[in-house]
C-alpha cells in the first residue's frame, strides 16, 4: 500500500507532530534501511520547513508535540526527540526531552540523525576524530577518580566517541576513562 495512504490513516490525517491537517506529506526518517510506513511521520510543510532548517527552528509551532510526542509509532518518537534537542537549552523542550520514552533502538536512530558538521569531534587542530583512532595527550590530566595523572605524551589507542562530540573515551595506564578532544592530537 502506498506509504501516504497509510500515514493518513495512521495519523487521522493530521501532522504527526504539530496536527495541522493542511498540506500534509511523507517525511522518511534517516537513517533507516528500507522505506516503509514504521520509518516515516506524516508532516505538514510548516513542520518539514523547520525540521530541514534547524538552525532557525521555531519552538511555538512545536508546542502540540510534547502531546504527540506520547505517539506509540517510534519514528515520531525519534523526530520528538531531535526538534526538542534542536529547540535546545534553556525552554520547555528540555522538560519534553526529559519525559519522551525511547527504547535504546530508537535512541541510537534519534541519534544518528542529529550528526551534523559542527558536531564533530575533533582534535586540538581541528582534525576530526573518528573510532578506533590513536590520539596523543597535548597536557598533563589529572584523571578524577581513577588517582592517577596521564602524562603529556601518553599515546591513547583505539578511541570512541561518545553522546558529547567535546569528548571521547580510551584506555590509558589500562582504565577507560573520558578524555577532553580539545587536549588531543590525532596520532
Ligand atoms: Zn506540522
Redesign the pocket.
Known sequence: MDILKVLMERSGSE?E????ADELLTYDVQPNDAPSSDHCVL??K???NHIDNPSTIDAD?FQPLGTNMWSEIGAVKVMAYRIFKFIGPSSWAVSQLDQLYLDDQEKAWAEAGLTTGEEETKDSNGTPLKPGDSVTLIKDLVVKGAGFKAKRGTMVKNISLTDNPKHIEGRVNGTRIVLVAAYLKKS
Open positions: 501532522c507532530l504539530c496536527s495541522a508532516v505538514c510548516v513542520c518539514l509551532h
